[in-house]
Structure formats: C-alpha cells, structure tokens
C-alpha cells in the first residue's frame, strides 16, 4: 500500500548573504501510513514547524522531495485532500464562525447546499454550535483552537495535519481534543502533529517521530520504541534519545 | 475564479464591518455641507470652487481607502498567521493576489461610486444643470481606471513595504504625478496616473473626451495593473511564509 506521505532526503535553509545559511531541515526522510496517528516530536528549533511548513508548500525546499498521496504536494488537487490547524489558530475577527467556515469549505470546492448541514454539525463536534453567530474577535483562546480545528475537519479531509493541537489548552479542552482525534482516527483518517504534550502524544499515537536540530533521530510504532530501550514512557524515552544526541 | 470572489468578499465583509469607510464617508457629508454654505465670488464662481471642492473629495478620498486597504491586505495577513489556512487549501499564490486585488478595488469603487453620487446629487440640487451628464460619467470612469492602478500599484508595494510606508510611497505617488506627473524629467517613461484626472474639464465644463481616448486610457490603466499584479504574483510565490 502507498504510503499517505512521503518526504526523501529533504532538506530547506533559511537566510542567505551576511545573515548566514541556517539549516532548517538536514536530510529528512519519513513515511506515514494509512489510517495512523504520527506524533511529530521535539525541542523547540527542531524544526517540526518547518517540516509541516514544507509540507503544505508555503516554503522553499533546497533538495529532496515530498509526495502526499503519491503525487505532489503542491497539487490542487492534492491539497484538497488535506486539512491544517495551525499552531497559533487567528481567524478574521470580523466574521462568525459560521461565515469562516463557509469561506473555508468554499475554498475546498465544496457547494453551498453541502456546506449548510457540514458547518452545523462540524460545529456542534467542536461544541461551537452555539456560538456560531458570533463574532470571532470576541472569542478566547481556546474557542478559537476549536473553531481552528472545525476548518481543518470541515470538508472531511483524508489527511490531517495539526500543529500543536495541545498548546496552551485547559485539561477539559486536551481531553475533548483527544476525543475528536479518535473519531477521527476512527473514520480511517491520516493525522500528523507536532506536539510538546508528551503525555498527549502517547495517549493518541501510533506512530511517533523525535526530531532535533533539523534532523529526524528515530522514528517508528511507538510500542516498538518503547520496547527498544525498555522505556516505561514515552517521556523517558524522549530525553533518552534528545540526551543521547546532546 | 471561484476562489478569487470568496477571497475578495471576505475583504468586503472587512470592509463593511470596520468604522473607516463610515467614518470617511460622514466627514465627506460635512465638508460638502459645510462647502455648500459659503458663499464665494458669486453664483458662477461658486459653482466651480464647489464642483472642485466635491469632486476633489470623492477623488481623494476614494484614493485614500484603497490604498490604505491595499496596503495593509497582505502584511496584515502574514503578521497575524491567518494565511496559512488559506493557503493550506486549494488556493494558489496567484489567485490569493487578485482576490485581494478584486476586494480592495470593489469597495474603493462602490466608495467612490457613493461619494460621487453625494457630490452630484448636491451639486444638482442646487439647481446647476450646466455640465453634460456625459462628462460626468466620463470623470467617473476614468477615476476607476485610477482606483485600479493605485490598488494593484499598492498591493505589489506591500511585498517590500511596510503597512505605513506603502500607504505614504502610493499616496506620494498619487499627489507627486497629480501635480507634477507631465514635468518630471524623462517622464515619457513613467507612469501617468493624472491622465485619469479630468477633474478641470468637469469644472470649468469643458467639452467632453473623445470615446476613442477613453478606450486607449482603460487599456493603459488594464496594462499598468496588470503588470503590477503579475509582477506581485511572481514575487509572492517565490516568498517563503
């Protein structure tokens, strides 16, 4: 079976000139498989953030490739396919939730008629349904997260990418995170995060991957890396293998 | 196409729920009141030092706002991360430009159209019936020529510029071609924006501009704006976010 993503020797600096060549991505190479969890792990610089970056296309890789479903990752059609949630979830203060999603699922190609029952629903997932007339810049943080993740779901993406779904929420907002997770997971979606939440990742993935300084250590089935090292968790396990490293 | 009306309505819907346009348009309403009640240099001559008057402020003031939206459109969009979800989507680089182009340069327009509309109806009800229809409409159209060259001009800044610098340099360029744009050294190689400008035909009620120049100015405004779109768009795709 293909893999649902495909990154080869990928490589992306940023800077040029008197600034100097920072390496952001050294060599890159992974896979997720269908139907999984991967946990993007690692420190701060690690380049998690870049890697995802790369993925949706918004920067410049130097050398190497990316295939999302076997094609390109650039590929209209191919994106279509995908759903983000970015680290920090800004939407447009001047509009309601409801109009962000209409504008979001029209941008997907999806038509009005469907948009109308989806955005109803998708909101009552996140529990915004009841906000849903009003306007954002009167929200908090953590409503915008779950309006952030409503985008990402809406036009029921076979492939999801969040970026630190866990940051900065309250423990009643990491567990109805998880809870959206495994139904998503348990619809036979893709999900990659980058996350800091260690405790969170073990909970929720299958696959999990520890970067630093711009490369990949290790990564494969979590219960897999556990065993190798004989780690009780993952947390121990992390700082194991960012240690080893240091 | 799809993706550049849902772009450019949500710089609409800014536009309407934002207090700038209300604010512009109510100090417009003031000052030709307030114009209408002074009295200058007899009938005639009021007619004009009013028409001047009304017509420079739905010029000016139409100039302002697109610029100033254009301005901010794309810089505001990276500062505040919420391009990112856009992109993420089926949206390419290029269609994120022209609907940000298509937002700003419809509410400069439909401001445009209103302060016009306030200025004419003023200026007819008083009475003036003495300028051709005509030469209005001509003023009219010319000026979204205009609007278009200023609103691409100020979108391709903005991937140099920032937010208050772009606004100062396009409203510079503005006023500086207004008022000096045919004495500039080598200006043959410029662009024209004043040639839009045919604010002293309308107030001195000159005869109205050949069809055949209208045509040849709404090709020069298509190039100038096309140049400038393509130009934002070549270099926003190569830009990393």
Redesign the interface.
């Known amino acids: 079976m293909k893999p649902v993503l495909s990154i080869s020797d990928l490589t992306v600096s940023y800077g040029h000139g008197v600034q100097g060549k920072r390496t952001a991505l050294d060599g890159v190479d992974l896979e997720i498989q269908s139907g999984e969890i991967f946990g993007l792990l690692g420190p701060n610089g690690a380049g998690k953030t870049t890697l995802i970056k790369s993925i949706l296309g918004l920067i410049e890789i130097e050398k190497g490739s990316i295939s999302i479903f076997g094609g390109s990752a650039r590929a209209r059609k191919t994106r279509s396919r995908l759903g983000y949630m970015p680290e920090v979830a800004n939407y447009y203060w001047f509009m309601t939730p409801r109009e962000t999603l209409e504008m979001f699922g029209m941008l997907s190609g999806m038509s009005r008629a469907s948009l109308n029952n989806t955005i109803e629903s998708t909101l009552e997932l996140v529990g915004l349904s009841h906000e849903k007339d009003r306007l954002i810049r009167t929200f908090s943080k953590g409503m915008q997260d779950r309006l952030s993740i409503a985008q990402a779901l809406l036009h029921d993406p076979e492939f999801l990418i969040l970026d630190e779904p866990f940051s900065g929420l309250d423990p009643l907002g990491r567990i109805h995170t998880r809870n959206i997770l495994k139904k998503i997971k348990g619809r036979g979606k893709t999900v990659l995060l980058s996350s800091h939440e260690l405790s969170e990742a073990e909970l929720i993935c299958d696959t999990v991957c520890v970067m630093k300084s711009a490369k990949v250590l290790r990564y494969g089935p979590l219960k897999t890396l556990l065993e190798e090292k004989a780690d009780h968790s993952l947390e121990t396990y992390f700082i194991r293998m960012i240690g080893d490293d240091a | 196409m799809?993706?550049i009306a849902?772009l450019g309505?949500?710089v609409l819907?800014?536009f309407l729920?934002?207090k700038d346009f209300y604010l512009i348009f109510a100090l417009q309403i003031v000052m030709i009141l307030y114009v209408a009640t002074i009295s200058f240099g007899g009938e005639r001559g009021f007619g004009r030092y009013f028409k001047e008057i009304g017509i420079s402020l739905a010029y000016i003031f139409s100039v302002i706002i697109a610029v100033i939206f254009a301005s901010r459109q794309i810089p505001q969009e990276i500062e505040?991360?919420?391009i990112?979800?856009?992109?993420?989507?089926?949206?390419?680089r290029t269609e994120f430009i022209l609907g940000k182009f298509a937002g700003v340069f419809l509410i400069a327009a439909m401001s445009f159209t209103l302060f016009y509309a306030t200025f004419i109806a003023s200026f007819l009800l008083r009475g003036d019936l003495s300028t051709p229809p005509l030469l209005f409409l001509e003023g009219y159209v010319l000026h979204l020529f205009l609007l278009s060259f200023f609103t691409s001009l100020t979108i391709l800044l903005s991937l140099f510029l920032s937010t208050a610098a772009n606004s100062g340099v396009s409203l510079i360029v503005y006023f500086g071609t207004n008022w000096f744009g045919a004495s500039i050294p080598g200006s043959l190689y410029l662009p024209h924006p004043e040639l839009f400008d045919i604010k002293e035909k309308i107030i001195h009620t000159w005869d109205i501009v050949p069809a055949w120049v209208v045509l040849f100015l709404g090709i020069y405004a298509a190039l100038y704006t096309a140049f400038f779109l393509v130009s934002a768009s070549a270099v926003f795709k190569?830009r990393?976010?």
């Open positions: 799809r993706n849902i309505k949500g819907r800014e729920r934002r505040s991360k919420t990112y979800p856009i992109l993420a989507h089926p949206v390419s190569r990393n976010l």
